[in-house]
Nanobody, 122 residues
Framework: VQLQASGGGLVQPGGSLTLSCVVS????????MGWFRQATGKNLRQLVA????????KYAEFAKGRFTISRDNAKNTVNLQMNSLKVEDTAVYYC????????????????WGQGTQVTVSS
């Protein structure tokens, strides 16, 4: 399985989507998990949200109050509930482990799974 994201789609501004990522147990267990996104034409995959193995969360400023990250340790899944979506949220969304360096999180694995496209448009 590795990292398999799903749940993307086309939604109008103000709408909602829930993304889900199924993760191989060896990758998921004990690791912080994050959602990252990459907009078209951008090289950077920016952090959206992180959830630690203990359930602690951290969000990018643009995600605070709109997005909620959660994890199901029994199913090795990490989810991202996205509300009040904006056109600028359009991107391919990926999940990955997240590693803490200082006070910032970065992708933990160099190998990325398939992302899921989120398009916000009227």
């Amino acid at each position: 399985v590795q990292l398999q994201a799903s749940g993307g789609g086309l939604v109008q501004p103000g709408g909602s989507l829930t993304l889900s990522c199924v993760v191989s147990e060896t990758i998921f267990s004990g690791n912080a998990m994050g959602w990252f996104r990459q907009a078209t034409g951008k090289n950077l995959r920016q952090l959206v949200a992180v959830i630690t193995s203990a359930g602690g969360t951290k969000y990018a400023e643009f995600a605070k109050g709109r997005f909620t990250i959660s994890r199901d340790n029994a199913k090795n899944t990490v989810n991202l509930q996205m509300n009040s979506l904006k056109v600028e949220d359009t991107a391919v969304y990926y999940c990955n482990t997240a590693r803490l360096v200082g006070s910032s999180y970065f992708p933990g694995r160099s190998s990325w799974g398939q992302g899921t496209q989120v398009t916000v448009s009227s």
